[in-house]
């Protein structure tokens, strides 16, 4: 088999997989299963939400454990669900790699392989901006190295989660909704990886975002959680509309949107398709929909909410695979980008002002962006109490990072941040759930503390991935980051490389601070739950290890060149799919003497230093614990709140767009439809009515009256016509003539 | 010659015929007769779907032509081209499905109410193949009493005040239409008022219409087509003159809602393109009232979708949703292009499947509960776990999600939105981001939280009836969203000559520069076919 037999199997399995955990879910809660009443089981759900909701008033998503054990109601078809959800995903993991593999025998990854499988639109003819060629979209798969990277580790680390559920949300009443969902999520990602055109990649884009709903969701009785999915999917779409905004120029400027030929259209004549900046409304439309799905400024706020989700789905979905389809999408359109960029250059001349390359350069915009986004989230991450909450906000920041590589066109350091942050993050999440597991849905970090001991292998995976995401040297994150850092400062934006590494710093602070108020110190939560606090299982710590090697080992593939000639393999393997451009639309090769890298590598060395001990002195110097903190939070109240708050945007949206836009305008406008537009039918009708009683009134006077007025006329004339009949002839011919006459006279007249 | 047409037609009228005979107490016997007969015209409908004739040409098959009132020209004259055979398909699933949908829904005067479904199903395919205009008024009038009726005496507590409404704004709307056809008419014989006629014999042949078009002085055009307009926008409805959707959807019995939003209101979109389009391609192509007609589609599609997110009924928040896909639909037909006309026909189709689903499941919780309101429910999905997974499926049809109908409708539509003129593209775009808010706002209202109240802690979840009355509009929402492919190529012929029609007529208006000239085939590539496909209206009516 080849690999483009292979290819389409990657989706298919999970898509399976779907299929038979979602039916047999259903029919076990259905009363066409013939199973007596769901009511029964849930009857005990509620006691679960209740159980521990109590116990503290934050978003907590872990149903029950500790108390309830005992209570289980037996889960239907568990062990069925059980081996179909992971295996679903297994099996979609063995495929991607044989897919790879013989991609790689057959082309040594020079060359991408693309497997159609049927026409799904096709439009016709219609006039686009250059010509007018049939138009149509396939359902085509492709297999390059950038997808290839993509369903590398998104089989991979999307098994190892549905691994980790089984022992994580074991004892959930809607075990085989979960793997049912779980299961689709991976369908759509693969989908949206390996999507050969930009409609089927927003297939995936789509299906992706209605996962990401139905699983933020996932405790759908709770409040919280069917706003938070709500929210995210609403939040996506408007990114969506972007997206779709960008592709429907794509349409207008190739006639088609397969990624093959447009990107082989726009490299051979980049002119062309940049002119009048139509590239750049393309690439800013298309980024719309990357800060959506990736969750940057200004669509940001969806994703720390999306924390109610079970954590195995905050692991997979909002940190490893979705919430990088925009970095992604971005890299795989990186054609456009690099046009745009160049094109901006082009019109803008020797010095561009910030303003001008604002509105000019595309990828300058992803920059901005992404940098801002990477600040910003890091600030506010340092004042979050929520374990999750404290990782969500990482990983916005980490996005933007991703965004700040793609954007200074270091397409290939951006993606490697993808693929390493992938590890160490989903590592740090099924950590995070791990401690959860323990404290009995306990996620508030200021009742934790000294759970070093009692959960050794949950510390030690997450310590190594804290290592890896604060920058430290060896570990993989370091090897991304740095990439990014030094690409940005040789680019020429030292303001982004400042903001980035202010970033860096906060990032190795609030982590340390994270793994400080987790696992060192006194232990600050209720008695009874320390007294139930135990080691995850195997299902769950082995993945768990699993992550933290990859945490420590993947950047490997990445050393920069300037320390080991040809080290940075990974760039090397991304280089086919970064198409050449024309010369003239190529940049000067940006060349940093050793010096320079080598100066760069320390500072950010030194940086995540800085950050890393600071938040050691900060946290646990001796007693008192928070005094420290505290004494900072009180020589900045405002700034402390504002970022406790999150700069209040969530309130800011919520006042302006939601209630305000939204719900007020939608009410005005019903109003407006009820007395207005429909008040000028009623009034119509109103008006009919009156206009018949006064024409019955007429009727009945005049009409009415003028007939009876003819009957009596009749009468009248009856009587006087009787004296006409006097019998003599010459009478009734004078009566002829004269009618005669007047017919003649009328039709003279009037003909 | 072949019937396939006027029995399609007939059968349902048969039918009911039949059931006036039965006892009225026999009520099972009344539910399967009309349910038999609404199937058997579904099964009978189907050679249409096979027919590879639409596929190859935008001709008009299963033609039939009888003599019917030769004084005036009136002729019985039928046939559907690849556009009206899908719209009678849907149709008749709809038909079969919403009779089947009634059995415990309707509880009084059984007989009469399928007597009248039964009616209704013949006047709705009647319009769908009507090739002469006197033929089509009567089907188009005649679909009309049903649905009063149905509304009038099956609906809900403002039930005479919603059938009055729904039954007068139509008339309106047709009478103005009619004036329409009749100043077509005379223009084609003898002339009226400044417009000197065309001297031809009387004749209401709609192909005849279709070809003498061009010869339609443009001030004419501009009449009828805002004529046209006015009888079709009232029936889509366009923004400002929907609002007695909400009204008539709301007091109709289920099955009323499913046919009045799956197909009644099809019939003002096939009106445009029927009619308008072909008929008054000068006036259509006027950018000036192309630009109009679109400013309202896009208008219905914010303003249906942001009055749909206030609704507290849930059967009137479904029915400012129609507003607001129907203003997609009429966005695609009028950016006269090739993907807009088919996004927008497929959409129509589209939007039968999926609305008509959104008021059946509507209609199945209203049966158990008696209420419609939004705050009633809450966290019934604990309940009805699968009556809430049906409900999501159609929904996600319904917001446009990828690999489910509406998506490919959407999107198709947006395309030729954005090729016509972007700005319209990224204003119809919002639609697509408030249709998700609103539809995700109500299922979360509905279903999601916790069981608040008492009432629907003992709903029971869906019977095998229901299920099997929604089954099959999923089915054939993922088919359309994962294969659609069939559903473009048998609108392809049609829709391009319609797109054909205004594009020439556009070209005619405006002289080009030689240079332009030369490049224009390309664009409007399917031109060259028009002709040959319009067979002569005396070629016609010899066989």
Redesign the interface.
Known sequence: MTASDFLPWIPVFPLLGFLVNGLLY?VA????GGKDA??GS?GH??AHAAGHGASHGGPDDHAGHGGGHGAHAEIPFKSLHTWVGPIASGLSFVFALLAIGSWWKETHGHHPIVATL???????????WF??PD?SVDVAFRLDPLSALMIFFVTLIGTLIHVYSVGYMGHDEGYGRFFAYLNLFMFAMLTLVLGANM?IL??GW??VG?CS?LLI?YY????FA??A??KA??MN??G??GF??GL??C??MFGTVDFGKMFAAAAASPAIYAAGGLMTFACLALFVGATGKSAQIPLFVWLPDAMAGPTPVSALIHAATMVTAGVYMVARCNVFFRISHEWALKTLGENPTVWGLLTHDASFVVAVVGGITAFVAATIGLAQTDIKKVLAYSTVSQLGYMFLGCGVLAFGAGMFHVFTHAWFKACLFLGSGSVIHALSGEQEMTAMGGLRKKIPHTFRTMFISTLAIAGVPFFSGFFSKDQILGETFVKGHPVLWVLAALTAGMTAFYMFRLIKMTFYGEYRGPKETWDHVHESPATMTVPLWFLAIGAIFVGYVGIPNFLVPGGNRFEAFLEPSFPVLPPDWTPHPHVASHSLEWTLMLASIAIAGVGILLATKFFYPGSAPFALPEKVVAAFPKAYRWVRNKYYVDEFYEAVFVNGL??K???L??EI?ARV??G??NGT?HLTVGVSHVSSWFDKTFVDGAVNGVGDSFQAAYKGYGKLQSGQTQNYAFGMAAGVFALVCIYIIFA | MNFLLSLLILLPTAGALAILFLPRDKTGAIKALATGVAGLTFVLSLPLWFARGFRESAGFLFREDLDWIPSLGVRYSLGVDGIAALLILLTTLLSVISIYSSYTAVKTREKEYYVFLLLLETGMIGVFCALDFFLFYVFWEVMLVPMYFLIGVWGGPRKLYAAI?FF??TLFGSVIMLLAIIALYFFNTTGFLWWKGLGNAPSFDILHFHQIAPLIPADLSLWLFWAFFLGFAIKVPM??F???LPDAHVEAPTAGSVILAGVLLKMGTYGFLRFSLPICPSAASNSRVQTAVVVLSIIGII?GS??????KDMKKLVAYSSVAHLGFVMLGLFAF???GM??GVIQSINHGLSTGGLFLLVGIIYERRHTRQIADFG?I???M??YA?LFMIIL?ASIG???LNG??GE??I???A??AN?IW??FA??G???G??YM??LY?RV????LKHEEN?GL??V??RE?LTIVPLILACLWIG????PF??MT?PAS?KIVAAVENARAAARPVPAAVAAAAP?????AGAVPAEVAPAADVKGH
């Open positions: 259903l809660h259905s009363r066409l769901p009511l849930h759900g509620d049927w026409t799904w639109i096709p439009m016709g003819a219609n006039a686009g010509g007018s138009f409609a927003f297939v789509e299906g209605l709903y969701g759908y009785k709770k409040d069917a706003d999915g709500k999917f609403v779409r408007i969506d509309a779709l905004m429907f120029a349409v207008a939204v719900k305008g939608g009410r406008l019903w439809d537009v429909d000028v039918v009708r | 409404k007068l704004y923004f400002p929907h609002t007695w303003y942001l009055v749909a997110m206030v609704q292009n090739n993907a088919q996004g966290g999905s604990q309940v776990p699968i997974t996600l999600l990828p690999l998506f490919v999107f198709t947006l395309v030729g954005f090729l972007w593209a990224l775009s919002f697509v981001v408030l998700a808010a995700l706002w979360q279903f999601f939280g916790e802690k029971e979840d019977n095998l299920v994962v294969y659609p492919k473009f190529e392809a391009a390309a664009a409007i590539a399917p």
